[in-house]
């Protein structure tokens, strides 16, 4: 949910603002209303001062492989020359002085023919799969040889190995010098924090505005209601003063989330797409509930799912992922439960394995009215994640425009989700056919009065028709877009068993019947090999899709506004 604000108006004497932003930063819980990015030279000189502190590890790191790609290089050079013998750069001047010259040739073994030594003077240099030799020539003539010339060797083996050698020893500074950054890495990561934490107090400085000629600045801040007594001690012990009310949809404060450890998770997907207007509602509780859901059915495999959970708490080890360490265990767990109840283990239908026919009716039937189980589900939970858009886009139009104001979203509701409801209470057998008639027929009654009569108490019945007509036409088309793209958790789901099972068939086949041990080796690879890729293609399409239906679909139905900024303390 959306924490509620408390807005503070600071007035401060002209020349007090440093000390008393600095109080700020040290209480951490006010959010001062400022600019994002450098506004002049001293702003943009803090912000080059915190990229270079950043780029301290990423650039000896670079280095060192700089370092090592050189190394390698001189390493293939001196290799290539090494075959050549020895020879220096005043060899091949004496004999340029006498007026001779080289070429120099390398041909497979079996192409040589020794004969040629007769045609001109002929030195081979070595020999093995191919042969390296040289014919010497007057200047200017060209080689009678019936093959063609390769290019000098760059330099003599001598001076590559010196370079190797010289690239070597600036292979181990780097490496030095790498490990002792690392060592003191913490240390340059709040070198870094520093840096932006006395960029973003000189932002907030500026951001000032004169009052009285300039001998007043004032500020405006913001902090979670729930921290006033805190703020105000704070405030008061400074001196500083300042009037304190509740912030209003006006003021566009910033959007702190108070959220159970659950749902927190997922605040970082709510801030893809951005947080909401303050007067508006948190759709953090229905995307952790229903992304999980959407991710779970296109992983929709119990295997997967511990292999999620394993990677979960592998990485609480790796720096700078640690915090995603809860979010996939969660998903894996959900993957895990819902590939249980599809019966599938690393694309193995487990519901033919004899230990799980206790309790193989919990398992989802692969058939439900003729169609693929599977399929239909999607649907099923389509429908729901689309009706609970519109009930909260209905709650959220009535709490800020009254129930007069939002007739016509409460026609569409009462038409649609209770439709829905009352389908589902028929073919449950709850109502019977006389029972749903009746209902059906009042719900389309009332519904078509907020539709066409009174979508807009203030405007003309005969324009409110009309509006009705369009609004009518657009619903029924999109709604009916909206459904079929849930299909893609079917098919994602689909896709992934399917290319799962291709890869176990394949492992299979190349087993046979498992009495050859020496099979087993290549049975492995292949199985482990191809659930890997297939594990990493599917949770990519498991993020991508379900972040679509969230994003799209709900937030469509749901009216859902981004309009809101993240709440962000000076620290």
Known sequence: MIAPMTKYSFILLKGEEGDFLTTLRDCGLVDI?????????RSSALLAEAGRRKAILPGAKAALAEADSKLEAARKEAEAVKAWGAFTEEDLARIDSAGLQFHWYEVPAKKFDSSWSELCPLEVIDEGKSVRFVTVTAKGEASPLPVKEIPAPKGDYASAMETVAALEKEKD???????????????????????????????????AVPAADGTLSTFVGYAPSESDAAV????????????????????NPPISFRNNRFVKMFEVLTDMYGRPAYDGFDPTPFIAVFFLLFFAFCMGDAGYGLVLIAIGFALKKVKGFSDMSPLVVTLGVGTFIIGFLFHTFFSIDISTWSIFAPIKKIFLPSKIAGYDGTMVLSLIVGVLHISLAMIVKTVEETRHKGFLHSLGTWGWTLLIVGGVAVGAFALTGVLDSAVTKWVIIGLGSLSAVGIFLLNDIKR?????????????????????????????????????????????????????????????????????????????????????????????EFFKNSGYEAAGRKYSPLK
């Open 460 to 552: 003309n019945p005969l324009v409110n028709i009309g509006a009705g007509l369009w609004d009518t036409y657009n619903m029924a088309s999109g709604l009916l877009g909206d459904v079929l793209s849930y299909l893609r958790l079917y098919a994602l789901g689909l896709a992934g068993s399917m290319l799962g099972m291709a890869f176990n068939s394949i492992g299979t086949m190349i087993l046979g019947d498992g009495h050859n041990i020496f099979l087993w080796i290549p049975f492995l690879l292949i199985v482990i090999v191809g659930h890997t890729l297939n594990i990493a293609m599917a949770a990519l399409g498991a993020f991508v899709h379900p972040l679509r239906l969230n994003f799209l």
């Open 232 to 251: 105000t001690a704070v405030l008061d012990e400074s001196g500083a003063f300042y009037l304190k009310e509740a912030a209003s949809r006006e003021d």
């Open 33 to 41: 209303t400022r600019e994002a990015k450098p506004v002049d030279e």
């Open 173 to 207: 500074e780097a490496e030095a010098k790498l490990k002792a950054l690392e060592a003191e890495e913490d240390s340059l990561e709040k070198d870094y924090q520093k840096a932006l934490s006395e960029l973003d107090l000189y932002l907030t400085g500026v951001a």
